[in-house]
Each structure stands twice: as C-alpha cells, then as structure tokens.
C-alpha cells in the first residue's frame, strides 16, 4: 500500500521558516514527480511548487516563488519544501503529491496524496 506522510508544519510568525517533509513508502517514487500543493479554508487545493524525477528542474506558484525551494531526496523518498519569509497568506494545509501525468497544476492531474500538515503563519 502507499503512503504519503507529511511533517513539519506548525504555527510561526510572519517573516518566519518551515521545512516540510513528504516520506514515500510502499513503492519507490524516485522515477515521479513529486509537488506540493496547499489548501486553505474554504478554498480549493492549489499548487504550490513541483519537481522532476532527478530534481534539475522546479516549478513554483508565482506567490510563492523566490522564498520557498522544493528539493528531494530519492535515496530517502522525501520530498522537502523550504518556506522563508512566510506570510499569513501561507496558512493553510500542506499536502504532497507524488506521480502526475497532464497538467501538473491540477490537483486532479496527481495519483497519491499525503494527509496534509497545518502551517499556520500568525501576523
């Protein structure tokens, strides 16, 4: 069976960095796109950032670009998403997702899904 699992969300202050993490298990996903996308209340899920199989090319929603990096580790089936200079527009519930096939800034366009994790930026 696959999982995704998110962590390192929480609460921090505007201005302020967090490091998530997406661990793949039950399957490898060292040969998929892996991305990032996030859903805040009473909105729809958008993309946040994605990255190809060997990690030489990224793309990122224009809000965010210029303070949150993708990266990954195939040797470990992680996924990361450094977010500095964090705004109260952040907030919202992190997923990752792993193997896309289409327009990689749908949601609709991801096969697997993690549960999400809460970053919560306060002003």
């Known amino acids: 069976q696959v999982h995704l699992v998110e962590s390192g969300g929480g609460l921090v202050q505007a201005g302020g960095s967090l490091r998530l993490s997406c661990v793949g298990s039950?399957?490898?996903?060292?040969?998929?796109?892996m991305g990032w996308f996030r859903q805040a209340p009473g909105k729809e899920r958008e993309f946040v950032a994605a990255?190809?199989?060997?990690?030489?090319?990224?793309f990122y929603k224009d809000s965010v670009k210029g303070r949150f990096t993708i990266s990954r580790d195939n040797a470990k089936n992680t996924v990361y998403l450094m977010m500095n200079s964090l705004k109260p527009e952040d907030t919202a519930v992190y997923y990752c997702?792993?193997?896309?096939?289409?327009?990689?800034?749908?949601?609709?366009?991801?096969?697997?899904w993690g549960q999400g994790t809460q970053v919560i930026v306060s002003s």
């Open positions: 997702a792993a193997e896309v096939e289409g327009d990689y800034t749908s949601s609709k366009a991801w096969d697997y």
């Open positions: 039950g399957r490898t996903f060292s040969s998929e796109p």
């Open positions: 990255i190809t199989w060997t990690g030489s090319s990224t």
